[in-house]
C-alpha cells in the first residue's frame, strides 16, 4: 500500500497543472517566480539567463540528452506499478526541453514546470509542437498547452509496432543473406533500429528530408556517383560497432534503377511504416507492383495503415484497411494481420476533423514465388 501511494503521489498531482501527453496533452508552465526562488536558491534569473544565452548562441544545454534518460526507460515499469491507465498525471519539474517528456507522454498526461521561456520554446520547436496559449495568470507566468504529440513518420522514438513485431519481419534468415528496404523513409529514426538487423537501405525523394537523418544522428555519407541530375546514393556507414550500414537513394520509388543501392540482391525484408498510407489511391496498384519487384520470393514486408471515415477527412495520411491492402498487393504476396487498434486519443489531427475513431492495422505480407 506504501508503494502504491507513494506511485500516486508521483503520478498525481494537485490541479492547474498542464496537460501533455499520447494520453493527454503536452502542456509546459512557467512556474511563478516566488516557487522557483524556493527551488533554486541562485533564484530562476540564473537559468532564465542561461538559457537566453544558450538560445542566442544556438547551442544545446549538455544536460539535455539527444536520447530518452536511459534510467526512465529502464524503471518506468516501476514508476507506473499497477496503476489504470485513466487515471496517470505525470509532473516533471524543472523540465526544462528535455525528450523525456515525450516518452512520458506514452505512459499518461505529462505536465512540465519551467521558469525559462527559450526551454518552452526550444521543446516546441524541437518537436514541431505549437502550443495553445493558456491565460495568463501574473506578468511572467502562462500555460503551454502542446497538446498530444502522437505518432509521426519522423518520430524521436522508433515506431512501437516495428519493436514490437521485428522478430517476425526478421523470422529464421541467416544474418549474412539479410537485406532491409524503407520506402519512402524520410529522416525516420526507425532506420538506425533496423541497422541492428541488416544493411538497410532507404528511398527518399527529399533532400531535405536525407539531409535531416545525417543531422538528426551524427552522420555524414559518401556520395555514390549521380545517375540523373536528381538522384544520388547517400551511404551514411555504420552508426555503430554493432549497426550495419544504411543507405538513402535519392530516387523515385516507382522508378527504381537497377543496383540502385549497389546490390543487385532483392530484399529479404521491408518496413512500409507511412508510405502506403502516402501514396494516392489512384496509383496504389503501382505502388504494390514496385514494392514486390524490390522483394525477394518469401521476403517480409511489416507494414502499418491507418483506416478512417473518408467522409470527415481525406488524405495524406490516406486511409488503407487491411481489405485494400490485399486487393492491390493480392497477386505478389500473402498477408497476415498482427495487431489492429484505435489510436484516435494519440492523433489530435484527426480529431480536430471530427473524427471518432482511426485504426492502425499491422500486417505481415510476404512476396510469392515468381
Known amino acids: 500500500m506504501a508503494g502504491h501511494a507513494a506511485r500516486q503521489a508521483l503520478l498525481r498531482f494537485g490541479a492547474g497543472a498542464a496537460l501533455f501527453g499520447v494520453g493527454g496533452a503536452v502542456a509546459t508552465a512557467i512556474g511563478p517566480r516566488a516557487q522557483c526562488d524556493e527551488i533554486r536558491a541562485d533564484k530562476p534569473e540564473f537559468w532564465t539567463s542561461r538559457w537566453a544565452k544558450m538560445a542566442k548562441s544556438n547551442i544545446t544545454p549538455g544536460f539535455h540528452s539527444s536520447e530518452v534518460h536511459p534510467r526512465l526507460k529502464e524503471f518506468s515499469s516501476r514508476l507506473v506499478g499497477d496503476l489504470p491507465a485513466g487515471g496517470r498525471r505525470i509532473l516533471v519539474p524543472l523540465c526544462g526541453k528535455t525528450l523525456d517528456l515525450l516518452y512520458l507522454s506514452k505512459i499518461g498526461e505529462t505536465s512540465g514546470v519551467e521558469c525559462a521561456q527559450e526551454a ?8 514541431s509542437l505549437t502550443p495553445n496559449l493558456g491565460s495568463k495568470t501574473t506578468k511572467d507566468t502562462r500555460l503551454f498547452d502542446f497538446g498530444a504529440p502522437g505518432p509521426d513518420a519522423n518520430s524521436s522514438e522508433v515506431h512501437p509496432r ?3 513485431f521485428s522478430a517476425r519481419l526478421v523470422g529464421d534468415l541467416p544474418a549474412g543473406g539479410r537485406r532491409i528496404l524503407v520506402p519512402l523513409c524520410g529522416q525516420s529514426l526507425d532506420l538506425i533500429f533496423l541497422s541492428r538487423f541488416a544493411e538497410t537501405s532507404g528511398v527518399e525523394c527529399a533532400q531535405e528530408a536525407i539531409d535531416g537523418f545525417g543531422a538528426d544522428n551524427s552522420l555524414t555519407p559518401n556520395l555514390g556517383s549521380k545517375t540523373t541530375k536528381d538522384t544520388r546514393l547517400f551511404d551514411f556507414g555504420a552508426p555503430g560497432p554493432d549497426a550495419s550500414p544504411i543507405k538513402i537513394g535519392k530516387f523515385n520509388f516507382f522508378e527504381l534503377p537497377k543496383a540502385w543501392d549497389g546490390k543487385d540482391a532483392k530484399f529479404t525484408m521491408a518496413w512500409d511504416r507511412a508510405a502506403f498510407v502516402a501514396i494516392h489511391p489512384e ?18 514486408v511489416l507494414m502499418c495503415t491507418m483506416s478512417y471515415d473518408t467522409s470527415k477527412m481525406d488524405g495524406p495520411p490516406f486511409s488503407l484497411s487491411p481489405e485494400q491492402v490485399a486487393d492491390h498487393c493480392g497477386q505478389y504476396f500473402s498477408m497476415e494481420k498482427l495487431d489492429s487498434r484505435d489510436i484516435i486519443e494519440f492523433t489530435p489531427e484527426f480529431r480536430e476533423a ?16 515468381q
Open 120 to 127: 518552452i520554446d526550444g521543446f516546441g520547436a524541437d518537436n
Open 162 to 164: 516495428l519493436k514490437e
Open 283 to 300: 496509383s496504389r496498384d503501382k505502388y504494390a507492383k514496385a514494392l514486390a519487384d524490390q522483394m525477394a520470393p518469401g521476403g517480409k
Open 354 to 369: 471530427g473524427l471518432t475513431e482511426v485504426f492502425e492495422d499491422t500486417l505481415l505480407l510476404t512476396r510469392l514465388p
